[in-house]
């Protein structure tokens, strides 16, 4: 069966639509019923956005028809009319405009309006020109072959401006000097500094040049007495131009010996010093002296109030007043009466605002009852979905080991297939498993904040204190590095005073915390491997004793630092800085104990 339907008249279906899309263009179809080839846009090129230039060759205008040359030549006779009167108008408002060529001129006139001196290059081109302009009208007939002077004309004007563009050429004399063509020279600008620095030197270096010497030395002075005011600063002591000399100077007569007689007193103080202690040591005055200046003052009568506060309630003034009639303390009858007032009841400030409960602890088997109840409950409203159609029903859950009973006769016409299908499944399983883990797991800074959350305990109610004290921690890094990092990985505030024969340690945390910490300091840290220095020079194993624990209503220190104090005195004005002098009073009276019967 033939694909092109023939109509009863002759005419196909392709010659029909070849007539339809020729009137709807305007195209003129051919004579086998084919259109006609269209206008190209590359027919007509505008150049320079000057003139629309047409660039029609023979063999373009031979396979054109008769009436598509008419309607173009029609458009370019329209658009050459319409640039002429532009150019026209332009001519008549600009009267520089009066040189230039019309479109009309013939080629050598445009040339020559163009360019007066016109170049062996320019004639040749312009030749050239002539000839492909007379080819091209020996092929063509009719209008066509007058478009064809447009082009010339751009080509000459293009020459012009290329000729005006070009440098103009170097002409030097027998001197070397830079000349134009009547001889005259010219002054070329040269390269002048750009930095700063370098414009400035040579302004100075013109200004010195110009200015006489007298001037300059005047100048200078000038300047320079106005520099020394400007920056002149009284407060700064002058110092002199000139370098003083060295003079020797000798010591007085009798200075070393003077030097020698003190330090033989000193020695011979710091030995009587040494016999006296020892002989305190052996009777038990020293430790007596040292615990009586440690101990604490007692409240002095003058510090007893005049009238207590609840006697202020019934009594008329003081307790100077008294009665006229009787002589006694004059007491307000109005404030007493048979009611009895009860106080109002306050809450003590170290409960907590919301009540505690007790943690439940469920037995072993109450645990594996409870969870077996709660997989239960979920698998019921699992397969309650699935039973309304909520949810896909799972797919079979395939192993090696159920391959064959799950399967069955699939499994034997392809084991192979079957088997590579149970081990992806499998792999599903196991991915989604590992995904599942992951999406649980924590992160670097949530395990941190749950660590630091786990650590933390509130102290709003009461704060507890620990008191410790330790023979030598003064040489023994690794022992003060332990004590320093746990109180600060357990977020505990407190000191650690070091003192040559007491060395403290005050740390202020939660029940928890001081837990962990106590176990740090009596069990962990073994003390007795590093030897101290005791009283008499021995040495003795060091140790460490807790000396108080309690609570406290608020925390007097901040983060954990040492201090070392060469005196007790100094140890303890620290202490009461932060109003907690008990503290250390204590721990030095313990130690101070512990010495003496080491003595004895």
Request: proline share 6%.
């Amino acid at each position: 069966m033939s694909s092109i339907i023939t109509r009863k008249d002759g005419e196909s279906e392709e010659q029909k639509l070849a007539k339809k899309r020729a009137a709807t263009s305007g195209a003129v179809p051919g004579p086998d019923g084919v259109e006609a080839p269209k206008k190209s846009r590359f027919d007509v090129k505008e150049k320079n956005g000057d003139e629309l230039l047409p660039t029609i060759t023979a063999a373009a205008a031979s396979s054109l028809s008769s009436t598509q040359i008419k309607l173009m030549m029609a458009h370019a006779q329209r658009e050459i009319e319409e640039r002429k009167r532009a150019l026209s108008n332009l001519r008549d408002k600009d009267p520089l405009l009066a040189s230039v060529p019309s479109i009309g001129m013939p080629v050598a006139l445009a040339t020559q309006a163009l360019s007066k001196k016109p170049t062996p290059e320019d004639a040749d081109k312009a030749r050239k020109i002539a000839e492909l302009q007379a080819q091209i009208r020996a092929k063509l007939t009719g209008n066509l072959a007058n478009l064809i002077q447009p082009t010339a004309v751009a080509a000459a004007a293009a020459a012009a401006a290329q000729q005006q563009e070009r440098p103009k050429p170097l002409i030097l004399d027998d001197e070397g000097r830079t000349v134009d063509k009547s001889g005259r020279a010219i002054n070329i600008p040269t390269v002048t500094p750009t930095l700063k620095a370098n414009i400035r030197a040579k302004k100075r270096e013109v200004f010195q040049r110009q200015a006489g010497p007298s001037e300059r030395a005047g100048e200078a002075t000038g300047s320079a007495q106005d520099d020394a005011i400007k920056y002149f600063d009284d407060r700064i002591a002058l110092k002199p131009t000139v370098r003083n000399k060295r003079t020797l100077r000798f010591h007085e007569p009798g200075k070393f010996q003077q030097l020698a007689e003190r330090m033989r007193m000193k020695s011979q103080l710091e030995r009587l010093q040494n016999e006296i202690s020892q002989i305190a040591r052996k009777t038990g005055i020293s430790s007596a002296t040292k615990l009586a200046l440690i101990a604490p003052k007692q409240d002095m009568p003058d510090d007893v109030p005049a009238m207590e506060w609840w006697d202020s309630v019934i009594l008329t003034q003081d307790m100077q007043t008294l009665d006229e009639g009787s002589g006694k303390i004059s007491i307000r009858q109005t404030a007493i009466s048979n009611l009895i007032e009860h106080p109002t009841q306050m809450k003590p400030p170290n409960e907590p605002l919301k009540p505690v409960y007790l943690p439940v602890f469920l037995t072993k088997k109450e645990r594996k009852k409870l969870r077996r109840q709660n997989r239960r409950e979920a698998w019921k409203e699992e397969q309650e979905k699935i039973r309304l159609g909520l949810v896909a029903p799972p797919e079979p859950k395939l192993r090696i080991s159920n391959l064959m009973r799950v399967l069955g006769s699939d499994a034997v016409q392809d084991p192979t297939k079957m088997e590579q299908h149970v081990r992806e499944q499998m792999a599903k399983r196991q991915k989604a498993h590992e995904d599942a883990n992951n999406a649980r797991k924590l992160t670097s800074e949530q395990k941190s904040e749950k660590k630091q959350r786990k650590l933390k305990e509130d102290t709003s109610c009461g704060v507890h204190v620990s008191v410790y004290r330790i023979r030598d921690l003064q040489d023994n890094q690794s022992k003060k590095f332990k004590v320093e990092t746990n109180a600060k990985q357990l977020q505990m505030t407190g000191t650690v005073a070091l003192f040559r024969d007491c060395c403290v340690v005050v740390v202020e945390g939660g029940p928890k915390q001081q837990k962990k910490y106590r176990r740090l300091m009596l069990t962990r840290i073994k003390w007795d491997e590093d030897l101290a220095k005791g009283n008499d020079g021995q040495d003795v194993p060091n140790s460490c004793v807790l000396v108080w624990e309690g609570t406290s209503q608020r925390r007097h220190f901040g983060e954990i630092k040492f201090k070392i104090f060469p005196m007790e005195k100094m140890a303890r004005e620290f202490f009461q800085k932060h109003q907690v002098e008990h503290y250390w009073d204590l721990a030095y009276s313990g130690a101070v104990l512990e010495a003496s019967t080491d003595q004895q």
